[in-house]
């Protein structure tokens, strides 16, 4: 069924893990693709922003970067707090924390969380588009859950704001949280969603949805809008989201 969903999206290579916690099933979609290894690009903002606030470099979601003049997104284009910048993905912004963190302290925490393949690279503020930094699917769902139950090795509070950044969308019967994350290299498209759905009952769903798009001359509004819209019908196909 699930690959019904991505063809009717014109998706020709994914995948897809989905944790149902209450009943402790695990769904994949492409496992050989759940078990690879691949960039983790704007969903490493989760994990900064987790650093930044248990570490205290961010002391809070308000604390303001000041744009620093150059022109790139209109979105992107203005001072803004911790929680503007993670909703709008904010480049900029994040990479200012990750050099105001610093190199050994992020690898202390990489290490500690054992987030992917736990490296670095060259140049810190690249880490998570450049290839060094990379995690499959199934790290991606593991690492929501310890996230949600706070099970990671930072404070609860951090835990907490940063759940509370990652809400997208509330409904009567469901809430969604989650992060896109985009990597673009010669070849095509790399698209994640990665997050969690909480059920009318409360019972949350861990998922991670990974997508490669090799037409890089597509309109990015629509390939962007597949990724949520193809986990939302997963969801559906699930009977979690009504």
Same mark, same amino acid.
């Given at each position: ?69 150059? +022109? &790139? ?6 001072? =803004?707090? @911790? $929680? %503007? ?7 900029? *912004? ?61 404070? +609860? &509070? ?6 509370? =950044?990652? @809400? $997208? %969308? ?7 949280? *989650? ?64």
């Amino acid at each position: 069924n699930w690959a019904t969903i991505y063809k009717k999206y014109g998706v020709d290579s994914a995948g897809f893990e989905l944790l149902e916690q209450s009943k402790e099933r695990v769904f994949m979609y492409k496992k050989a693709n759940v078990s690879t290894r691949y960039s983790p690009a704007s969903t490493f903002k989760i994990f900064l922003s987790l650093v930044a606030l248990h570490t205290g470099v961010a002391p809070n979601e308000d604390m303001i970067i000041k744009w620093d003049g150059v +022109k &790139r997104k209109e979105k992107w284009d203005k001072d =803004m707090n @911790l $929680r %503007e910048a993670f909703t709008s993905s904010s480049e900029p *912004y994040y990479k200012e924390l990750a050099k105001r963190i610093g190199q050994p302290e992020l690898q202390k925490w990489l290490d500690s969380t054992r987030y992917g393949n736990k490296k670095i690279g060259p140049v810190l503020e690249k880490c998570w588009t450049d290839g060094s930094l990379q995690i499959t699917p199934d790290e991606q769902v593991g690492f929501m859950k310890k996230l949600y139950f706070d099970e990671l090795p930072f404070d +609860k &509070r951090s835990q907490r704001l940063v759940r509370s =950044m990652m @809400l $997208r %969308e509330t409904q009567p019967k469901y809430k969604m949280y *989650y992060k896109t994350g985009t990597e673009v290299p010669a070849t095509g498209y790399n698209l994640w969603l990665v997050g969690f759905v909480e059920d009318s009952m409360n019972h949350p769903y861990f998922f991670a949805n990974h997508i490669y798009w090799p037409d890089t001359t597509a309109d990015f509004a629509v390939i962007d809008s597949v990724r949520v819209n193809s986990t939302k019908d997963i969801f559906k196909e699930m009977g979690v989201i009504k």
